[in-house]
């Protein structure tokens, strides 16, 4: 269940062809039901029955979830949520050049918080 995933999630990811650090590795590997876009081992990124999920700062989560374009992110219906995570609208996974400074902003928050920790 968990391929399609990973193939759309994995094609997604290059078709950005995101300028990253030398130092910064991605990887898109099974995650559960779904796929996850790791940054130098830290997860960033998920793609699952759930929906488009991104690790984010508190103000972009906030201002996401104001605009009706994220919601909080629960992997199943009993689940906590996951923290510092939000569901991307559809309308904003269908915007590449918002996807794209989304996802930016996303490897750059845990690459950057895995260096201060």
């Not at 989560?61 to 374009?69: A, M, P, S, W």
């Not at 490897?107 to 918080?113: A, D, F, K, L, S």
Request: aromatic share 10%; glycine share 6%.
């Amino acid at each position: 269940m968990a391929e399609p995933y990973l193939k759309m999630l994995t094609e997604m990811i290059a078709s950005f062809k995101l300028p990253i650090q030398d130092d910064v590795l991605l990887e898109c590997k099974h995650f559960f039901s779904g796929a996850a876009l790791y940054a130098n081992g830290k997860i960033c990124a998920s793609l699952t029955p759930a929906g488009f999920g991104l690790k984010l700062p508190e103000e972009v989560r906030d201002r996401l979830f104001e605009e009706g374009e994220g919601k909080e992110l629960r992997y199943f219906d009993a689940a906590p949520v996951k923290r510092e995570y939000v569901v991307l609208s559809q309308s904003v996974v269908d915007d590449p050049e918002r996807l794209n400074s989304l996802l930016k902003l996303s490897i750059g928050y845990v690459v950057e918080g895995s260096r201060a920790a």
